[in-house]
């Protein structure tokens, strides 16, 4: 009886053990089964498709046929030594330094003023951020009315003043500079709900105590709400740069590139490559370096955010 009692325990205790490891398997298992769906996605959509312009940076058809070989680098060395190419990045540097700095500032700035909670307040929130809302080829094509020259409403308000307006999208060096005012006046709105919330998680004790030692509103931004704000600077500068690789569609409505190359950025000398001129092993090797380009972007911003976070702490 002794033996028949044990060896009943002894088949009970490695039942228990056995459900004990099937609950943790499914414990382990059911957070994977829920990602799986978006993982899958993630992988068709995002993953797999940097794959295959990695691979085709790689390759390049024969003319006239549709049998792809194996180049190496060479798509990489053509892209480095096309004008064109350099073209685009030095107009999108350009484009990245006009647009970036002045629509943070805007935003902070706006963010600053708005930070109240009041009917006006949100009033001028949703002003603020209503050409956020509109597609970018609809900002273009209204801005392409606006520059009309002689004709326009910017040059109507400007003959008001008794100011002559500019060709604003025929001078080569005034083209890019009108992409770059649509481009701030587009996100700045955008960017200002980033410091909005920002700022709704300052800690009031320690503006209290800057205000207490006596530092006015100029050193209290300078030294205690800038600073705190770091991370979220650090993430609206990422997104920022990233707009100004990625935003095209003014290019291709208003400008195509022109006058003389002046406003042709990166995307669109991808675009240009691919659809116009069938290189589509150069357009690759472009969109391989513009996604490391940005890859590099994120990887600092998460960094700059991670040590603004402990130094906030």
Avoid: C
């Avoid at 190419?85 to 935003?107: H, K």
């Amino acid at each position: 009886m002794t033996s028949i009692a044990t060896h009943v325990s002894s088949l009970s205790a490695e039942g228990r053990k056995r459900r004990a490891a099937r609950s943790r398997l499914a414990r382990r298992t059911w957070p994977y089964l829920l990602l799986a769906p978006s993982l899958v996605m993630l992988a068709g959509f995002t993953y797999l498709p940097i794959v295959r312009v990695a691979w085709d940076s790689l390759h390049d058809k024969v003319h006239g046929t549709s049998t792809t070989l194996f180049v190496g680098l060479r798509n990489y060395t053509d892209v480095f030594a096309d004008k064109a190419f350099v073209q685009a990045v030095i107009n999108n540097l350009v484009y990245a330094v006009g647009t970036v700095p002045a629509s943070i500032a805007l935003a902070l700035l706006l963010a600053l003023a708005l930070q109240r909670s009041s009917r006006v307040n949100s009033l001028m929130r949703a002003l603020f951020l209503f050409p956020t809302m509109v597609p970018l080829v609809a900002v273009a094509s209204l801005f392409f009315f606006i520059f009309l020259p002689g004709v326009g409403l910017f040059d109507y308000y400007l003959a008001k003043l008794g100011i002559h307006g500019a060709m604003w999208l025929g001078d080569p060096d005034v083209a890019l500079w009108s992409l770059i005012g649509i481009t701030i006046w587009k996100n700045a709105g955008y960017y200002m709900l980033f410091y909005l919330a920002g700022l709704q998680t300052l800690p009031g004790e320690v503006l209290e105590a800057a205000a207490i030692d006596g530092a006015n509103g100029w050193q209290r931004l300078r030294h205690v709400i800038i600073p705190l704000l770091a991370p979220t600077t650090a993430f609206v500068l990422v997104i920022a740069l990233i707009n100004a690789l990625t935003q095209v569609d003014h290019v291709i409505v208003l400008t195509k590139g022109g006058p003389s190359n002046s406003t042709k950025l990166v995307l669109y000398y991808i675009f240009e490559q691919a659809n116009e001129n069938f290189a589509a092993g150069k357009a690759a090797a472009a969109s391989v370096l513009s996604v490391a380009f940005m890859l590099a972007l994120s990887m600092l911003s998460l960094k700059t955010m991670e040590r603004g976070a402990h130094a906030a702490s």
